[in-house]
């Protein structure tokens, strides 16, 4: 059975982590370095997860060619992602 991950839980998290940049953004000019390195990784992560949800869209047998534990690993490791994302928004 194919895997619904990159119709619907790679763009929600790219989403998630694109709008708690934005917030983040905001207020990162007078903000602590950490904070700034925060913001600036929610941006790189924005930008692999767009690219990775890309590749996966424009190559339809993506997830039938991986195993069904690295299937798992991946969905657990987006869940995860995603749960920090909203609790940090």
């Given at each position: 059975?194919?895997?619904?991950?990159?119709?619907?839980?790679i763009p929600?998290?790219?989403?998630?982590?694109?709008d708690?940049h934005?917030?983040?953004?905001i207020?990162?000019k007078d903000?602590p370095t950490?904070?700034q390195?925060l913001?600036?990784?929610?941006?790189?992560l924005?930008?692999?997860?767009n690219?990775?949800?890309?590749d996966v869209?424009?190559?339809a047998?993506?997830?039938?060619?991986i195993?069904?534990?690295?299937?798992q690993?991946?969905?657990?490791?987006?869940?995860?992602c995603?749960a920090?994302?909203?609790r940090?928004?």
């Amino acid at each position: 059975m194919p895997s619904n991950l990159g119709v619907v839980e790679i763009p929600a998290l790219a989403k998630v982590t694109w709008d708690l940049h934005n917030q983040c953004q905001i207020i990162a000019k007078d903000a602590p370095t950490g904070f700034q390195k925060l913001v600036t990784e929610l941006g790189s992560l924005q930008g692999t997860l767009n690219t990775f949800a890309d590749d996966v869209n424009s190559n339809a047998s993506f997830f039938e060619k991986i195993d069904n534990d690295r299937k798992q690993t991946f969905e657990r490791t987006l869940g995860t992602c995603l749960a920090t994302l909203q609790r940090l928004k």
